[in-house]
């Protein structure tokens, strides 16, 4: 038997266990770390990250993904409302008599229903067999990460997830103290107990959240001082901006609406994503082209960086307030901190890491892995 860590993100998961040697995270059956947070249902079977993710678009109504985000939450919740409404959403969704989400899908030949925690739980199942494949032991106790908003309700239908896939989460832990976790345990040069704590500030850009800490370390000891999120804030807000440009561009120029069909619109989605993550490493406007998207034509738009953040500025207000607001909550000034530490997928887009320096006066530092810092700390917390 072997404990294990996970970090459920809303765009993907990693396991970590630790092992003699230290931390580890575990790849899947395509020797990749990283597991889309994706559920694709089938007429046999079901399939579950990488494979789901790959049918996002052949079998758009029974593939869910970004169902971590209404985890517990009811249908009439103001919440659960506008992200039905922001994000166009291929699968049919409605309530049960309970009044909660369920997405209504077909599968094994016939139209069921379920809900965000049996989704959750399917996920899970998944992420177990991979841990147990890679480790050749069974596992079942697991420490699992949340994001720091998340509220009882919440963590509840996580629990129920856990039981449903049969794992006996041992602990929730915030992703916002996995991180901190995983990075106090290498550091050797902290503070002793009598010594000022060192300040650190983790920030962490995911898909669907910005989630910012401040802690205290002092050798064997770390103190959570303050937290800030915005919970609408996120990789995936980002994504939207280009595709909603791209929208626009293209009913312009070719007459079609992306926003009228869902294959179109998940595949026009997928580019913009690819786009965003190359606008990160380039200057240059990025090309984007799709064949035979609508009506048999063959579309083409270009960004570059500078469009890019011109459309995201409302955003990074938002998150310089955000990380102002960690300050504020620790009643600490700039000059008070250690380092900055940035984690999450998000964190490349260069905009962002400007944005650290400016409200923390000091170049964020990458030394913890922005993928996997999360699943590493919950690995920790069951070693
Ligand atoms: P959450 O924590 O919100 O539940 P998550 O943990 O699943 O989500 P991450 O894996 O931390 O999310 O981040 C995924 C996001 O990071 C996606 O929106 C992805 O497009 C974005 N991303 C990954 N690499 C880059 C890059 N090079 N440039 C810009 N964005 C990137
Ligand atoms: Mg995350």
């Known amino acids: 038997m072997s404990v294990v860590g996970i970090d459920l993100g809303t765009y993907s998961c990693y396991i970590g266990v630790a092992r003699a040697g230290g931390i580890e995270t575990i ?73 909660n989400v369920v997405f209504q899908l077909n599968y094994l030949g016939e139209k069921q229903d379920f809900t965000a925690s049996q989704l959750t739980s399917m996920l899970l199942n998944k992420l177990k067999f991979t841990a147990e494949t890679s480790l050749k032991t069974k596992v079942v106790d697991v420490v699992v990460s949340v994001p720091v908003f998340f509220t009882d309700v919440e963590r509840r239908a996580l629990l129920d997830a856990c039981q449903l896939a049969g794992l ?28 000022k704590p060192r300040n650190v500030v983790f920030v962490d850009l995911g898909h669907s959240s910005l989630q910012v800490s401040a802690c205290a370390f002092n050798k064997g000891k770390l103190k959570v001082l303050a937290t800030s999120y915005d919970a609408q804030l996120g990789g ?46 380039n200057v240059q406007p990025i090309p984007l082209n799709i064949e035979c998207f609508m009506d048999d034509k063959d579309v083409h738009g270009s960004m570059d960086r500078a469009k890019f953040e011109e459309l995201a500025a409302p955003l990074f207000e938002r998150l310089e307030n955000t ?61």
Do not use: W
Not at 27 to 36: F, I, L, M, Q, V
Not at 71 to 97: I, T
Not at 169 to 194: F, H, M, Q, W
Not at 334 to 350: F, H, M, Q, T, Y
């Open 168 to 195: 006996n989460c041992l602990r929730i832990l915030n992703d916002t103290s996995a991180v901190a976790l995983s990075y106090g345990i290498y550091k050797t040069d902290l503070p002793i107990e009598t010594e």
């Open 323 to 383: 990380l102002q607001a960690v300050l504020d909550n620790a009643k600490l000034k700039s000059s008070d901190i250690a380092s900055v530490e940035i984690i999450g997928g998000a964190s490349r887009v260069p905009a962002f890491k400007s944005i650290v320096q400016k409200v923390f006066g000091k170049e964020p530092s990458t030394t913890l892995n922005a993928d996997e810092a999360v699943a590493r700390g919950c690995a920790l917390m069951c070693a």
């Open 27 to 99: 790849a899947n059956e395509y020797s990749d770390r990283c597991t889309p947070s994706y559920v694709s249902l089938g007429e046999k079977s079901r399939v579950l990250g990488v494979a789901a993710k790959q049918q996002a678009v052949t079998n758009f109504r029974n593939t869910v993904c970004g169902f971590k985000r209404i985890l517990g939450r009811k249908y009439d919740d103001p919440f659960v409302q506008s992200e039905l409404q922001k994000s166009f959403k291929p699968n049919h969704v409605g309530k049960d008599s309970n009044g």
């Open 236 to 281: 995936k807000d980002l994504d939207e901006l280009i595709v909603d440009y791209m929208t626009e561009e293209f009913k312009k120029s070719y007459k079609v609406d992306p926003k009228s069909n869902a294959k179109a619109y998940i595949r026009l989605t997928q580019e913009c994503e690819k786009l965003k993550k190359l606008m990160s490493a």
